[in-house]
């Protein structure tokens, strides 16, 4: 698969809990090498949609297919293959509370390679820590023994685990301070670089999405309402679109982007 072609592709989305449709006819394209932003007012259904793609939530209806293979209703087995080549840092982190980051990097090395070498795995795990911005020392702690920044890395270290090629980011920067979700978004870019990743990222942050992102789609009346590059939503005559990025934090937003783009 090249850059450029679609390594995510969902059509016609409906997702529903009773009576209320969160989703009805949504398409979406992520193409591979992209760092692509989300975004959309409450209760869009934008973890909703992550969820689908991953296969925690059954859809009512379409199709998801990654990597140019279908996902929904596939035989856990089958997909299994599929999912070691993504990784994911849920909101929040969700690290196990009684495991040491580096237990925690090790869960899905083991889920996968149950006879792996344990002095191996504590290679690997080690070599993660480092690559997520921890200190070294960093693995033998447990999460409770960490900040909100160092839990996001460790997060991080543990979606690396696997050498995936597509990593699903869920508001990576919540709770952070300005200064560690600047630091946070020049991880996630200098990892898409090196390791040639391709990221879903799901985010409230306008600084983010004008830091890192290379597209943004934005959802809103249960499906994907635009696609393209802040410019390009820049052009469209969308209520929502135009709130939210030439509100006050928008603008803002965007004149640190300029400041930052003329210093380069």
Not at 27 to 51: A, C, F, N
Request: include cysteine.
């Amino acid at each position: 698969m090249k850059a450029g072609e679609p390594l995510i592709e969902v059509r016609g989305l409906k997702n529903s809990f009773g009576r209320q449709v969160v989703h009805e006819g949504l398409d979406l394209e992520v193409l591979k090498g992209e760092i692509l932003g989300v975004v959309g007012g409450s209760g869009t259904g934008k973890s909703v949609l992550m969820r689908s793609i991953i296969g925690l939530q059954t859809p009512d209806e379409g199709e998801i297919t990654v990597f140019g293979e279908p996902m929904i209703g596939r035989p856990e087995e089958e997909a299994k293959h599929v999912r070691r080549r993504w990784g994911i840092l849920f909101q929040g982190s969700a690290l196990f509370s009684t495991l040491t980051v580096a237990e925690n990097v090790q869960v899905p090395i083991r889920e996968y390679f149950p006879q792996m070498d344990p002095g191996l795995l504590d290679e690997i795990a080690a070599y993660k820590v480092v690559m997520s911005g921890l200190p070294p020392e960093s693995g033998p702690k447990y999460p409770a023994e960490l900040s909100g920044g160092m839990k996001k890395r460790a997060g991080i270290a543990r979606a690396l685990a696997l050498d995936p090629e597509l990593l699903f980011l869920d508001e990576p920067t919540a709770g952070l301070d300005p200064i560690g979700a600047a630091a946070f978004d020049g991880l996630v870019n200098e990892l898409r670089d090196a390791l040639g990743l391709t990221i879903f990222l799901i985010t409230h942050d306008l600084d983010t999405l004008y830091a890192i992102c290379d597209r943004v789609a934005v959802l809103a009346d249960g499906k994907v309402v635009a696609i393209g590059t802040i410019p390009e939503l820049l052009a469209l005559d969308h209520e929502w679109i135009q709130e939210y990025f030439r509100g006050p934090r928008g603008r803002a937003a965007a004149s640190v982007a300029d400041r930052e783009e003329a210093r380069a």
